[in-house]
């Protein structure tokens, strides 16, 4: 259509138009960003054997009721869906963007590109322009979805590049679940890099509840940038779970703009690292309106000579008063080579709040260690139990289906050390 055209111009052009950030600047100072930046693009997409493995998991998590529904994404060009039949007599809509475009018009038109556009970035740019096609999810007022939605996105192999995007709509008085998975990727450096840029936007209208759990478990060649952006209103709640384990550099931005009297964001994040991976994470919480709510809980274990740099902005404006506001990045270090950086950042534009904000980096305590050792328990396992503990709040969230792969991943990272 028109519009949309008119869209992705302005996308083309704001990349064309806007140079690279510099380095030093801000949200830049750790990572280069001409890593996010690539020659071509393949013409065609090869996805790796994990995906079959993973699909038939939770296709037969649908078939026993665990989840609703499961939607696959090839690179963002080929995307099927599976088991939504009885959501769709509720009302709910869950579809490729391409045939929402045509099929739901208003909703389309009103939220697509509202929350991540041409003046989100050059790299959100990037994403409005050239996204081959996405998903749309839509849950009507007053429908709640019981089991989780999940969404199994692959990349392809070295020297491809996808442009994954993602509209929710939660309607008024609903509730959903959505689990958001990225896998694939170019799994050996010396083949090549494979690029992905996301986009993801979610809106949650007045009295929804929406639980958001992205996972991030893409192979070792990997050079990831993904956006996250959520607008919720007046008495809607917003639960976020970022889970990074995968690539090589990975760049994530999570935000919540709270739009809304009685609005409560709650983002508990979780990211392990080892060899020489970078981890780069930025979260924000927005208060446009008083009375509203938010805590952040951001986790990170590294090992080996991994990286992690998380920046955490907390902004409350001038006329949303009577707002709570919390944050907190814990960094565990497990080796001499692994390097934490953590930034927290406050922009209190009046005084009727109550917000605070803490940030730690270190290894683990050898008095803990001393106990355990004192009681007979190996230096390895005691290691082991003291992270399995330092996690188990922020993976007691994560829906059922899924916490059982991620203890995997975490264990698998643990024989490693």
Not at 91 to 105: C, E, I, R
Not at 406 to 414: A, D, K, N, P, Y
Request: proline share 4%; charged share 20%.
């Amino acid at each position: 259509p028109k519009w949309l055209r008119g869209k992705r111009r302005l996308s083309r052009d704001a990349f064309n138009q806007t140079p690279l950030p510099p380095r030093g600047l801000h949200l830049w100072r750790y990572t280069d960003p001409t890593r996010f930046m690539f020659e071509r693009t393949a013409e065609s997409v090869e996805v790796g054997n994990s995906f079959s493995q993973v699909e038939v998991i939770e296709r037969r998590h649908v078939d026993d009721g665990t989840l609703c529904g499961l939607v696959t994404s090839f690179a963002g060009r080929d995307i099927s869906i599976y088991g939504c039949d009885t959501l769709a007599r509720q009302g709910m809509v869950v579809m490729p963007l391409s045939q929402a475009v045509d099929d739901h018009f208003e909703l389309i038109e009103t939220h697509l590109y509202s929350l991540v556009n041409n003046t989100t970035g050059k790299f959100e740019a990037l994403n409005g322009a050239l996204w081959n096609d996405g998903i749309f999810v839509y849950v009507p007022d007053n429908v709640v979805v019981e089991k989780p939605l999940h969404l199994l996105r692959q990349a392809g192999k070295a020297g491809s590049a996808q442009y994954p995007r993602l509209l929710v709509v939660v309607g008024r008085n609903a509730e959903l679940t959505l689990i958001d998975e990225y896998g694939g990727g170019s799994t050996d450096i010396n083949e090549g890099h494979s690029y992905s840029n996301g986009a993801v936007e979610i809106v949650g209208l007045a009295d929804s509840r929406t639980r958001y759990v992205s996972l991030q478990r893409q192979a070792a060649g990997m050079h990831s940038y993904q956006t996250h952006r959520a607008r919720i209103e007046r008495g809607a709640t917003m639960l976020t779970i970022p889970l990074a384990f995968g690539g090589s550099l990975s760049k994530q931005n999570f935000g919540v703009i709270l739009d809304g009297a009685g609005a409560e964001s709650n983002m508990y994040g979780l990211l392990f690292g080892t060899d020489r991976q970078h981890f780069d994470n930025h979260t924000l919480h927005h208060h446009t309106s008083g009375q509203t709510r938010s805590n952040i809980d951001f986790k990170v274990v590294l090992s080996k000579k991994a990286i992690s740099a998380y920046t955490g902005l907390i902004r409350i404006e001038n006329d949303a008063q009577t707002c709570e506001a919390y944050q907190e990045n814990r960094n565990l270090l497990l080796s001499e080579g692994a390097r934490a950086e953590t930034i927290p950042e406050l922009e209190i534009l009046n005084e009727d709040v109550s917000c605070s904000h803490g940030a730690t980096v270190g290894p683990i305590d050898p008095t803990m260690l001393f106990y355990l050792s004192s009681r007979g328990i190996p230096k390895a396992e005691a290691v082991r139990m003291i992270i399995s503990g330092y996690i188990a709040s922020t993976l007691k969230l994560v829906p059922a289906d899924l916490r059982e792969r991620i203890t995997e991943f975490v264990g698998h990272r643990l024989e490693d050390m």
